[in-house]
């Protein structure tokens, strides 16, 4: 019987519920993946602290923190506290605020006077005449012609067994179901809703609704007639904006969001950390992009080359700006959520035509671990935007492998230097008692991306603490994925010979940045960069996400805008030349997220958009597919059908797959031609100390054990499954 995964701990610090101090914001104060922002009557604002699964509000400078919502409150003891709140809304004439609680598939109503708030009723668990609500994300009130007012919520995850589409349903301001649409048809043109996140309304009666899944924003009027829960527009001319083709997870330039103010309508993101500003007929009036800093902030403390220029860009653009709400009484005055900074920032918009900067007033949250970097042995930090984890294995098996081809002087002289240089090197290390692995000894290393540092946990304490921060050399804004490379004959320029390479992607410049273990034992840069940014060419990279290194030192990296594999190659000069282009069976909409290679040497790749896992032998010719598009309802029963795989990765026989929009994360066996499922969990609507996870992103497994990066929960949270593989790995002789 196959042993089942169960969650062991997370590490990566989250603010205990109770423990947050109301008044003067301290030094330390930071928010955890803000998504919701709007002010009410009083002009405070209301912020859905979604990562610590909280409302704050704050006054309307952002230097006090007046309330902290964990839950329905005293009066209500059997009702959970909130779990992953993502919206509120106000109520158009009572002092109520709406919160769509996702983790819970409900919308709690909380009233308020000017000193206290308090639960007021919740709705969304279903009835006679509709299913309860599955994951409540974006909610609008809109006065329809009959001048009454009603509250739409968008049901971002919700799908029946026959239909795969999402919902947007329409309640009474008390809760009340009214009706419920899944598709928006004109004469021309039919759009299914799918993973809907945004929704906002205008004073004539129009819905804004961002249709994430298929990257465009619709405007419809509740004027129209619903008829199978369609939308029956008049004309096919229902989309405000399109973006158009998918451009891959992790991708800012998305619809998750948009936002009505007057005659102005905010679309953040579709053009990467900007907002397009339209009028309410669809015209682009304006894209707000980039501040000018008021450096209102003390300077960062210093520990690697990267701080010296964190401090002069992290006010200088938007970083994934998500929400918009109007200051109150404050013309041309915003409040912008952007989840990935974990900010909530308060700008001032000038009305303009063409292209304009917001100037930053105030902000509340800031780089989540500045205080914890200047105590690097604090047992844990506060991630930010955590992306990737590896492992080091320090005692290897070495494996017989087919020698490089090819070879010219250089690579001979190259080799024949650092075998004499080895020599001398291991010499002086053995006398010298020197083991720069000795901090990585059962660590793991994580991208800690919005910190822009690389840390390392151990991995075998109860609890998991924090070792050291490990960057001191430069770190790259934009690193994202990484894997490690045992070179048998150290290539030229190592400093330790012997000891590993860390390869890391970077998504924003489109390059592949290496890092080596200095005597000390922190990671410093190797080599330059290679790869460019460039659509199309060879040697080019777009938006590059997974990667994976063989033994023979072939590179195979995820190029994911340019839909193929680019595959390089490190020679014994440390130089990384390109070697070919491939795609799935040469398939232009072949869509690479990740990759693993097994023990023979094939690349299993997630297929993200393609909802598929594809195999390659190791020069690149397409082998097998596994898998199809679906929910995962029952992990145990549908671990065949996938939603935007994300990532996968090889321990011993297994490949472990993070199925993103599932939520799931499957265990299968390694065939010849196929995989077999072994076991599964379903990891959503959990709280992250319970093992949950939010947006799960570059997994690692070793041995049994399965790390699990959340970008946006910002934590690491460690699984077991089957039997412990033994500590030895083949490595290219």
């Known amino acids: 019987m196959n042993q089942a995964i169960k969650y062991l701990c997370s590490y990566g610090e989250l603010t205990v519920p109770g423990t947050t101090p109301l008044g003067p914001l301290a030094d330390d104060f930071t928010l955890n993946s803000p998504v919701g922002v709007h002010a009410d009557s009083f002009g405070r604002l209301w912020v859905c602290d979604t990562g610590n699964s909280r409302v704050l509000v704050f006054n309307a400078d952002l230097s006090e923190l007046l309330h902290v919502i964990e839950g329905p409150g005293d009066d209500t003891p059997d009702a ?17 605020m709406y919160c769509t609680d996702m983790g819970h598939g409900r919308v709690v109503a909380f009233a308020y006077d000017e000193d206290e708030i308090w639960f007021s009723y919740a709705f969304g668990e279903g009835d006679d005449h509709y299913l309860p609500l599955s994951d409540p994300n974006g909610i609008t009130v809109v006065r329809e012609r009959d001048g009454v007012d009603y509250l739409y919520v968008c049901d971002e995850f919700f799908h029946t067994a026959g239909d795969l589409a999402s919902r947007c349903v329409k309640f009474t301001l008390d809760g009340a179901f009214i009706s419920q649409f899944r598709h928006v048809a004109g004469p021309g043109a039919r759009h299914e809703l799918l993973w809907p996140q945004g929704l906002a309304s205008d004073d004539r009666g129009n819905l804004y609704l961002a249709n994430t899944g298929h990257y465009e924003v619709l405007k419809i009027s509740t004027d129209w007639p619903i008829v199978d829960e369609c939308v029956q527009a008049p004309h096919d001319a229902v989309m405000l904006h399109q973006h158009g083709k998918p451009t891959g997870i992790g991708k800012f330039n998305v619809m998750r969001s948009v936002c009505v103010i007057g005659d102005r309508v905010f679309v953040p993101g579709h053009i990467e950390n900007a907002i397009t500003v339209y009028d309410l007929e669809g ?25 010296f220029v964190y401090g002069a860009l992290e006010d200088v653009v938007f970083v994934g700006p998500y929400q918009i709400c109007a200051a109150a009484g404050e013309p041309d005055v915003y409040f912008i959520s952007e989840p990935f900074a ?30 914890n970097r200047q105590n690097r042995l604090r047992s844990t930090s506060q991630f930010n935007c955590m992306t990737s984890v590896i492992g080091f294995k320090r005692e290897r098996r070495v494996v017989p492998r087919e020698p490089l081809a090819g070879g010219n002087w250089i690579d001979y ?31 793991s290393l994580n991208i800690d991306s919005g910190n822009w540092c690389m840390k390392t946990f151990n991995t075998e304490s109860d609890s998991y603490h924090q070792l050291q921060d490990m960057m001191r050399g430069f770190f790259v804004p934009g690193d994202l994925a990484m894997d490690v490379y045992y070179p048998h004959t150290p290539p030229l320029g190592q400093i330790c010979p012997g000891t590993p390479i860390v390869f890391v992607t970077n998504f924003n410049l489109c390059t592949v940045t290496m890092y080596q273990f200095n005597p000390a034992g922190y990671l410093i840069n190797y080599g330059m960069p290679f790869g460019r940014d460039g659509v199309g060419g060879d040697g080019t990279l777009k938006a590059p996400q997974g990667i994976a290194i063989n033994g023979q030192g072939e590179i195979y990296i995820a190029d994911s805008l340019n839909n193929r594999i680019s595959m390089w190659q490190i020679q014994p000069t440390g130089y990384v ?16 997220c990740d990759i693993a290679i097994d023990a023979q040497d094939r690349l299993f790749v997630c297929d993200q958009f393609n909802n598929c896992l594809r195999v390659f032998d190791r020069e690149g010719n397409s082998l097998w597919s596994y898998g199809q598009l679906g929910y995962c309802d029952d992990v145990n029963v549908d671990y065949e059908k996938f939603m935007l795989p994300a990532s996968v990765c090889v321990d011993g026989d297994r490949l472990i797959v993070n199925d993103l929009v599932n939520r799931a994360l499957k265990v299968f066996r390694i065939g ?51 039997a412990a593989e033994p500590d030895s790995v083949g490595i290219a002789a």
Request: charge should be positive.
């Open 342 to 371: 974990s900010s909530v920032i308060k700008v001032r918009i000038p009305r303009v035509q063409g292209e304009e900067d917001a100037l930053l007033m105030e902000s509340v949250g800031h780089r989540r671990d500045g205080q």
């Open 80 to 96: 959970p506290r909130l779990l992953m709140p993502f919206h509120v809304c106000p109520h158009p004439t009572h002092q109520l």
């Open 577 to 592: 030349v390109f070697r070919k282009n491939f795609r799935w069976q040469s398939d232009d909409d072949f869509t690479p």
């Open 413 to 443: 002289w190259a080799r024949a230097t650092t075998s004499i240089y080895k020599y001398w090197y291991d010499q002086f290390r053995t006398h010298m008692g020197i083991d720069p692995l000795a901090r990585m000894a059962n660590a």
């Open 672 to 722: 010849e031609h196929t995989l077999t499922y072994e076991t599964g969990i379903s990891v959503f609507k959990k709280y992250p100390d319970a093992g949950g996870v939010w947006m799960p992103y570059f997994i690692y497994a070793d041995r049994g054990r399965l790390y699990v990066p959340d970008t946006t929960f910002n934590v690491v949270n460690v699984f077991r499954y089957g």
């Open 283 to 307: 015209r682009k009036v304006s894209v707000v992009g980039g501040l000018l800093p008021l450096w209102n902030h003390t300077l960062e403390p210093v520990h690697s080359l990267s701080d």
